[in-house]
């Protein structure tokens, strides 16, 4: 059995990604934030396995980090843990860079520590299509230029291109580049959740209108345990290389809101719904669309749901 150390496992993803692992009888343990110093057990959400072992451990102490990975010798190490919301990386732009950026360089670190140990411990960081920017092209695959035009963004590709060093210096470290992914755990600070959430509240007459920012913003959403999936093809695969997973569709926001009234039973969002400039990120990719044609060809990963069933799933629970 091997063992896997999963950072930010009490999110969407990692939640999933244990979950995953631990059906395919893997060893899995899980950093969630430190409670402040207060003597009890952290607060887990997303249905984290209760075979998971959890560690306490703020990402940016890279001591207490470095001691967990030392003292866990994982056979990998994916780190999930990041603060990954764009609009809220420009409000804090230094803590977006410490929490992704530094603290997955203070990870790497450790890891190349452990296997000068005699550890062979592999890194899988979770990346984003936000490193790409505003692209030239569409779809975008692992040779496209890295141009992040948002704080968010630039620390992943910090972290993106640092996995690429420590690879070349004969770490087993892979890029996994994530597009938007989804499902009821999302929480409802990402507009996803908040339009379906919010569908589901006007249905039963407890909200009276949506606002949002740009409704004709496009991105590749697919289904989050899909994504997570993907990562565990990867972290278990011996040949490290960065692998954009995404689902080659790309949507608007508008097609999203439709999506999911339509879920309730509401053809015509007149009223309803509205778009205000408060919402309006300062710059933001008009489209982000990914070729994941290298991990569906090397490791055999395939999407599993579409973009009505991602909605409907959504909205559904919300209900």
Do not use: C
């Amino acid at each position: 059995m091997s063992r896997a150390l999963v950072t930010g496992i009490a999110g969407q993803t990692g939640s999933y990604l244990a979950e995953h692992l631990v059906a395919l009888g893997h060893e899995v343990h899980g950093v969630v934030r430190d409670a402040g110093g207060v003597d009890h057990a952290p607060v887990v959400e997303n249905g984290v396995p209760a075979e998971a072992v959890l560690h306490r451990a703020d990402l940016t102490d890279h001591a207490a980090v470095r001691a967990i990975v030392l003292d866990v010798r994982p056979d990998v190490v994916v780190n999930l843990a990041a603060l990954s919301s764009v609009a809220a990386s420009w409000k804090k732009p230094l803590e977006t860079s410490l929490l992704n950026g530094t603290a997955v360089a203070a990870l790497l670190a450790a890891v190349a520590e452990l296997n000068a140990d005699g550890g062979d411990a592999g890194f899988v960081q979770a990346s984003s299509a936000e490193i790409f920017g505003q692209a030239a092209e569409s779809p975008q695959d692992e040779s496209t230029r890295i141009a992040p035009i948002n704080p968010y963004g630039a620390s992943k590709a910090y972290a993106h291109l640092l996995v690429g060093a420590y690879r070349a210096a004969g770490m087993r470290a892979s890029g996994v580049v994530l597009y938007n992914h989804e499902s009821p755990r999302r929480p409802e600070q990402f507009v996803t959740r908040k339009i379906t959430a919010s569908a589901a509240r006007i249905a039963r007459g407890e909200q009276s209108e949506l606002v949002l920012g740009d409704l004709t913003v496009r991105r590749d959403w697919g289904w989050a345990p899909d994504y997570a999936e993907a990562l565990a093809l990867v972290a278990t695969n011996d040949v490290a290389d960065d692998f954009v997973v995404a689902t080659g569709e790309s949507h608007s926001i508008q097609d999203f809101v439709d999506a999911a009234f339509a879920r309730v039973g509401i053809h015509d969002t007149t009223g309803l719904v509205r778009s205000d400039a408060e919402f309006v990120r300062p710059a933001d990719a008009q489209e982000l669309r990914g070729d994941s044609s290298r991990i569906r060809g090397r490791l055999g990963w395939a999407p599993t749901r579409s973009f009505t069933e991602i909605v409907g799933a959504m909205v559904d629970a919300d209900r």
